[in-house]
């Protein structure tokens, strides 16, 4: 099956997925849309038990794609007792329309196709305790110019750093920790060295997160460092010193150098004892 920006993929986990033709990558490309969400994302989060009655909770969807984590969220939060506030930020709604047309082989839009459909038309909906509004433009943008509250989750699932590096970079980061809430929590799926040191360099606690599928691990970076049940310790700065990606050393530093930066961060300094690797 295909359309004019996206095919419509199996990816190993049996679902249904879309692959974008342009930058040539499967979304959730492992176990599929809703349960990568559902793991990566809702879990980790644990949004349920961090919500406090009355009090609104900010989830930022950074990358709205086929909106797989957002209606993930919905799902869980729809009979929520505090209500939602749910922004997904994307350039475009071309893939959330193609999934909507799509949404018999997907599967996973079909309950929702209600609200998606308001969301296209109008850019927000409500959907039980949860408020859905459409962020367009470029996200690095609209979270300067942001003046509403901070997000207390954050969804990062933007195109991989070699499809659009300039979202994966400690400034992105940095702009999203200086905006977010002082609890606030951060999942994505990568695993890689380099945007971990980025999310340390931007001043955010940061662990090992969930597998998911062929993933063995993803990454929860935190506001706080006892939001991690997983994190990274002193030991890891040895893989840091000894690593050959370019990405480490846009400012010329050497990995070692990069490395001791890192040793007088806030998690590093509090300096407990971690499994080895990556």
């Known amino acids: ?16 997925s879309l692959r974008s033709l342009e930058h040539g990558e499967t979304f959730h490309p492992g176990i599929g849309p809703m349960e990568e969400a559902r793991l990566l994302h809702v879990a980790q989060h644990r ?29 869980a939060l729809e009979g929520a007792a505090a209500p939602v506030e749910l922004h997904s930020f994307d350039q475009t709604l071309e893939p959330l329309r193609f999934a909507l047309e799509h949404a018999g082989a997907l599967g996973y839009p079909v309950p929702w196709k209600a609200g998606i459909e308001e969301l296209l038309s109008s850019g927000r909906v409500g959907i039980g305790s949860v408020t859905w509004s459409f962020e367009p433009g470029d996200f690095r943008e609209r979270a300067r110019q942001w003046t509403g509250p901070g997000p207390r989750a954050v969804l990062f699932d933007p195109y991989s750093p070699a499809a659009n590096p300039g979202m994966w970079t400690p400034e992105v980061f940095r702009l999203i920790r200086e905006r977010a809430d002082e609890d606030c929590t951060l999942t994505t799926y990568s695993r890689s060295t380099v945007t971990r040191v980025d999310l340390l360099r931007a001043g955010w606690c940061v662990g090992r997160g969930a597998p998911t599928g062929a993933k063995t691990e993803t990454t929860v970076a935190a506001t706080r460092l006892e939001r991690l049940r ?7 700065l040895g893989r840091v010193s000894r690593s050959t990606a370019a990405g480490l050393r846009r400012d010329g530093a050497t990995a070692a150098e990069v490395a001791r930066e890192l040793e007088g961060c806030e998690q590093m300094r509090a300096g407990a004892v971690i499994s080895t690797g990556s």
Not at 1 to 16: C, E, K, N, R, Y
Not at 60 to 74: H, K, S
Not at 230 to 236: V, Y
């Open 1 to 16: 099956m295909s359309g004019t920006l996206f095919d419509l993929v199996t990816v190993p986990g049996g679902a249904w």
């Open 47 to 75: 949004l349920e038990e961090r919500m406090e009655a009355g009090r609104p909770f900010q989830i930022w969807d950074v990358g709205l794609g086929a909106a797989a984590n957002a209606l993930a969220v919905i799902e």
């Open 230 to 236: 997983d994190p990274l310790r002193r030991d890891w």
